[in-house]
């Protein structure tokens, strides 16, 4: 029987052994059995480390490596003792009250249960952010709170129904600042304010396919906040420039033509839908491919475009070298003078429509606004304006679009079926 018990401090590691009769440690082991000193075990080296506390002296601890550590403050939990946990502000490991409750210690509020704070190394009631309350509560001057009957508290319109928005005494309340999604039609001279208001415009509906074609949003420029549900986003338009083509957003119009070659089909022109029905708009035909386009071979990029009920047509161009005159080739067509060489210059036409409008690539395409004596409104933007006082800005080109103003709509993954749905 061995008379006592042995360690010996090799580097930073507390090895643990017995010791025979003539006090010689012996620290090797192949087995869990042969460290006999309570609390250790075989570690990976085939040396006995300890297991637990027990096997340490009394102001050290074991930690995850199996070394006996002295209790000198901690950085991180991991610093600690299993069943204890960092205290950051004083460095000291302490006792892990399991659930924490009111009382219990803590070095962070993250170790606190929600409605709860860390103050003073203790567990307290209150909170910092509206994260250290339950889901649902807010944190109002220091405190959880949530909402009585009939009443939502909130701290900003996230905490909202749809439709709602937080006030100043931090209760949700129906925003009625506008007609929000109203269906509508667009500004005309006879109806020239379809939202009621000349900053609230007839938006494009664009993201669900029943009802309403177009619905109305309500002003935000001057930094109103939107109800839950909305986000405030640019309303953007194309310029006030009718165009078929692209090139009659780039060329001077009077200097656009075709190519120098012709073409011919074999049966009069008969424009018609997608669907193969007859397309009571279009004026042309457009055969892409056309062999007579492509010097010989069909395939190629240019394409003949014949005048309805006719069977004689002519080519758009592929390269300048298609064009007369050394002209230059624009989006299929010729043009004699001046390319704009903005890129991002190109004629929008709606779905199931022949003509379009032009983008814009300066503020001067946007063209400029005037003030309406009759409304007191700029007619363009809606803005409040007394005539001959300039109060009507130029209006911004944005990524090829005219800024116009600022509306609350459906927030994106949003329609306004669901937002108005209550």
């Known amino acids: 029987m061995r008379a006592s018990i042995c360690s010996v401090l090799m580097g930073v590691a507390l090895v643990l052994a017995g010791c025979d009769e003539t006090g010689n440690t012996d620290n090797s082991c192949t087995a869990d059995s042969e460290c006999v000193i309570p609390g250790t075990r075989c570690g990976p080296q085939g040396q006995c480390i300890c297991a637990a506390?027990?096997?340490?002296?009394?102001?050290?601890?074991?930690?995850?490596?199996g070394v006996c550590q002295t209790r000198t403050g901690c950085a991180i939990t991991a610093d600690c003792a299993e069943g204890t946990f960092c205290d950051i502000a004083s460095g000291l490991c302490l006792d892990d009250p399991g659930q924490p409750g009111i009382g219990s210690p803590c070095g962070l509020s993250s170790q606190c249960a929600y409605g709860t704070v860390c103050r003073d190394g203790t567990c307290q009631d209150g909170c910092f952010t509206d994260g250290d309350c339950p889901l649902g509560q807010v944190c109002l001057e220091g405190f959880c709170f949530t909402g009585g009957p009939g009443q939502t508290i909130c701290s900003d319109s996230e905490f909202c129904e749809y439709g709602a928005v937080c006030d100043s005494d931090n209760i949700c309340r129906d925003d009625r600042r506008g007609p929000y999604c109203r269906g509508c039609s667009p500004r005309t001279s006879m109806n020239p304010n379809p939202c009621d208001d000349p900053r609230n415009f007839c938006l494009i509906n664009s993201f669900e396919l029943g009802g309403f074609t177009n619905f109305c949003g309500v002003d935000c420029s001057l930094g109103q906040p939107c109800p839950s549900g909305y986000g405030c986003n640019n309303v953007?338009?194309?310029?006030?420039?009718?165009?078929?083509?692209?090139?009659?957003?780039?060329?001077?119009?009077?200097?656009?033509?075709?190519?120098?070659?012709?073409?011919?089909?074999?049966t009069p022109c008969q424009p018609t839908l997608p669907g193969g029905q007859p397309d009571p708009d279009a004026t042309q035909c457009v055969f892409p491919g056309s062999a007579a386009c492509n010097g010989g071979t069909a395939g190629g990029a240019a394409s003949c475009v014949v005048p309805r009920g006719q069977t004689e047509g002519n080519c758009t161009c592929a390269a300048d070298a298609d064009c007369p005159n050394g002209g230059a080739c624009v989006a299929g067509l010729c043009c004699g003078g001046a390319v704009r060489p903005e890129e991002d210059l190109r004629c929008v036409v709606g779905e199931g429509r022949v003509s379009?409008?032009?983008t814009c690539a300066t503020?001067?395409?946007?063209?400029?606004?005037?003030?309406?004596?009759?409304?007191?409104?700029?007619?363009?933007?809606?803005?409040?304006?007394?005539?001959?006082?300039?109060?009507?800005?130029?209006?911004?080109?944005?990524?090829?679009?005219?800024?116009?103003?600022?509306?609350?709509?459906?927030?994106?993954?949003?329609?306004?079926?669901?937002?108005?749905?209550?």
Do not use: H, K, Y
Not at 57 to 65: I, K, L, W, Y
Not at 390 to 396: H, K, M
């Open 53 to 65: 506390d027990e096997a340490c002296a009394s102001d050290q601890f074991c930690n995850s490596a």
């Open 236 to 266: 953007i338009v194309l310029t006030d420039a009718v165009c078929l083509n692209t090139a009659q957003c780039r060329c001077d119009a009077n200097e656009i033509s075709f190519a120098s070659a012709a073409c011919s089909v074999s």
């Open 363 to 422: 503020d001067d395409d946007c063209g400029n606004d005037s003030c309406d004596p009759s409304s007191g409104s700029c007619r363009i933007t809606g803005i409040p304006c007394t005539p001959g006082n300039g109060d009507c800005p130029p209006i911004a080109c944005i990524n090829g679009g005219c800024l116009i103003g600022q509306n609350c709509a459906p927030q994106q993954g949003l329609t306004c079926s669901e937002v108005t749905d209550r």
């Open 356 to 358: 379009g409008f032009c």
